[in-house]
């Protein structure tokens, strides 16, 4: 991950009052002697604490005490690995709703691959060409996130998603390349090395559109969601206000 998109999740996080929580209940890693390794690269950036955060039980992830660390942090990381080990520990407990009073109250939730993927309410699980899709936790609101997505040519599994969920904006994001949104406002901005790709599906009869954000791009959600041209199949190379 290039240092950029750390030291950006950091700074929306507090900057050096930083209190980061990570969570790495995604690979299997997360079980082993070695975990508190994950934790490096983040206090190396000298914020106020990071601590490790995991759990296979449902009975722990709604133990207050067990909890507490979310209600104090204000930033909390993903790590990669299987979505759905993210989704069998957290979804519908007191994990879940900490983090989402995490983001009520200004704080910030970000994550890498795995990570990436649960950030929405239609989760794509898995599948190569198409893809099977479970819940995921819904911080991100009228979308779907694919990961790893030029690197591993995931545009015809993002629109398999579209065409059952005509209602979303597809984002599909490369490798070393971060989607920065803004939940309030539904502003996106592209940070790292690569692009992120919005898919919007299309009238009824019109493919979907696709719209690719370089870093330095800001757009809108709803502006990306308008369709001012039904016959417009792709777009490409946008010319975007940088922040």
Not at 101 to 114: D, E, N, Q
Not at 143 to 157: C, S
């Amino acid at each position: 991950m290039p240092e950029s998109i750390r030291d950006r999740f950091l700074e929306l996080a507090g900057g050096p009052e930083a209190r980061i929580v990570i969570i790495p209940t995604a690979h299997q890693v997360a079980d082993g002697p070695g975990v508190e390794a994950v934790l490096e690269p983040w206090k190396e950036k000298g914020v106020a604490s990071v601590t490790l955060f995991h759990t296979r039980s449902r009975d722990a992830a709604n133990d207050a005490e067990f909890v507490r660390p979310l209600s104090e942090a204000t930033g909390v990381w993903f790590g990669g690995g299987r979505q759905n080990w993210l989704t069998e520990a957290y979804l519908g407990t007191e994990v879940e709703r900490q983090l989402k009073a995490l983001l009520a109250r200004g704080g910030v939730i970000g994550g890498t691959s795995a990570g990436a993927a649960v950030m929405t309410r239609v989760m794509i699980a898995r599948g190569r060409t198409k893809a099977d899709v479970a819940q995921g936790f819904d911080f991100l609101p009228g979308a779907v996130v694919d990961q790893h997505f030029l690197k591993r040519n995931r545009l015809g599994r993002l629109l398999s998603v579209l065409t059952d969920h005509p209602d979303l904006i597809g984002l599909g994001i490369d490798e070393r390349t971060a989607l920065v949104v803004n939940v309030r406002s539904h502003l996106v901005n592209v940070i790292g090395d690569s692009y992120v790709v919005a898919c919007v599906p299309g009238p009824e009869g019109h493919p979907a559109r696709l719209e690719i954000l370089k870093p330095g791009d800001e757009a809108s959600l709803v502006r990306l969601k308008e369709v001012d041209d039904p016959s417009l199949a792709i777009a490409h190379s946008l010319e975007l206000e940088s922040l």
